[in-house]
């Protein structure tokens, strides 16, 4: 059974909101996974996996290679680092 008959019929969100939407789905199973007891550094493995699967699926591989070129710069410069603060 497809998602789409699962899911009710809507008009699609903006790209952000869309973006944001994802997000907060994938947070929110990342949460269960870690109560569950799986380990977060499996997680994050299994997840690039997935999401590289579906970008080489819908952009193909070469497309996908270009752009994880610029991956290095972008964690380096912090982009993908959690800022917390301590009280």
């Known amino acids: 059974m497809s998602y789409s008959r699962l899911a009710p019929s809507r008009a699609a969100l903006p790209d952000q909101e869309q973006k944001q939407a994802a997000l907060t789905y994938l947070n ?34 070469d497309a996908v290679a270009k752009f994880v070129e610029g991956l290095p710069a972008r964690v380096r410069s912090g982009e993908f680092s959690l800022v917390t603060f301590k009280q």
């Open 28 to 61: 929110e199973a990342w949460a269960e996974a870690l109560h569950d007891g799986i380990d977060g550094d499996c997680l994050a493995q299994a997840s690039l996996f997935a999401a590289f699967a579906e970008l080489v699926n819908t952009y193909g591989e």
